[in-house]
């Protein structure tokens, strides 16, 4: 049984399950703006949005992230001003992104004109879509470090792993109440309801900040009582230069191709998943959106379950290789011109809830083990900026595949989703090939993948610093 003193905040677990409630909420409310667009593509097609426009608009997510490096400027701000600043900035900018899709999609909007070749009401929304883009990023990589900042040394996959299920909720709300609103109300509505619920998010992020104060107020007593020297203290400072470390860490890169290579396969699929079942799957419209909507919650479940047994067995590069797997057969079921039917759909849902939860259970908790705690939001943010590179081209690449005669079938209006399913696949073998070449790397630099991540050690604290820090 592991032996702790109470030193600071972080070592009572009730103090740390409620950052954790705080935060997931938080990115819970960040979610649900992500992918509440995402089953209305019917209803744009009626105001005259095209595949390509909901693709273009889609790959707006990264668009700043990607070409403005504003992901990396955010990593680099969280590791020099620390978590909390970052996390209030980029709650402030993902209301301002949400409003913007809002307005565009809203009644009161009456632009008309073309930017770019596409109509002024999506360039619109595009642009709220990347301002959106830059504040959830940079709220991911922030939370992500919140986690390893108060969870290092505990249950660390497990947290992440809790926290990335309390997200799919946001994603899983999105994809299940968006189109009923939409028809019952206004197109504008699921916005306006979700920008309403990250008015509540924020709060609960600043809830949290009053928590990590204290944290920060513990610890530096504790450090004063050690009488560390200010030397010392400077080779805790994160430094530009650093940036070089990390970049030159093959794990890093690893881990990063992974990264791009899985959530590309997942999160832009999610995007046209609702026209598949409608095409391919016959499922009346009202409805399409609830088979996808299944997926977070296979999720809610099994990636806190993964989570916890990489904390207490290990295996993180294993649970990785065998995530990548399952990606490949998942999108093979979907691609096969048979058992076109809806409770076929659902199944293979389901498997991609489960696929889902294999790989970030095990691949957000990898990182610190590889990168070291001051550099950790500079690595996560390089690692979301490659991932955007994916989250930006996909969906833009799968759009232009829809109007391509490559998905249409001859003499029919429906469309055909086999070619954008095939590339799916291909990510798919590509992630595997990289986890395991991941599992050989980590056998040979000792990363620790493999072992489990809550530490046994007994950590001897003098009661007078014990004292002082509380």
Partial sequence: MVNK????????????????????????????????????????????WTSSDYGWFTSAYGWFNVFAFMLIIGGIMLDKFGVRITGIISCLLMAAGAYLKYFAVSPSFSMTGEIFGHNIQVAV?????????????????????????????????????????????????????????????????PILVALTLLCVGTIAYIGYCAMDKRLDNEEAKIEEAKNQKKADQKEDNFSIKDL??????K??????????????????????????????????????????SLLPFGTIFLTPFFGNIYDRKGKGATIMMIGSFMLIIVHLLFALPILNYWWFATLVMILLGVTFSLVPSAMWPSVPKIIPEKQLGSAYALIFWVQNWGLMGVPYVIGKILDSPLAKKEGSDVVDYTVPLLVFVLFGVLALGVSYILKKVDAKEGYGLEKPNITTEEINIPDSVAAQAN
């Fill in 5 to 48: 003193i109470h030193q600071t905040l972080k070592d009572y677990a009730w103090a740390r399950w409620s950052v954790l409630a705080l935060v997931a909420f938080t990115m819970l409310c960040g979610y649900f703006i992500s992918d509440v667009m995402a089953p209305l593509d019917t209803l744009l097609t009626e105001m005259g």
């Fill in 125 to 189: 929304a595009a642009l709220g879509f990347a301002i959106f883009g830059v504040g959830v990023e940079i709220a991911g990589i922030t939370v992500t470090k919140i986690i390893a900042k108060w969870f290092k040394g505990y249950e660390i996959a497990l947290a992440m792993g809790l926290q990335v299920a309390v997200a799919r909720i946001g994603t899983s709300l999105a994809l299940g109440a968006s189109l009923p609103l939409a028809r019952a109300y206004h197109i504008s509505t």
């Fill in 244 to 249: 070089g470390k990390i970049v030159t860490n």
């Fill in 251 to 292: 794990g890093f890169w690893l881990i990063a191709i992974l990264c791009v290579l899985f959530y590309s396969a997942v999160f832009p699929f999610l995007k046209y998943a609702t026209g598949l079942m409608i095409n391919k799957y016959g499922v009346e419209p009202e409805l399409a959106g609830t088979i996808p």
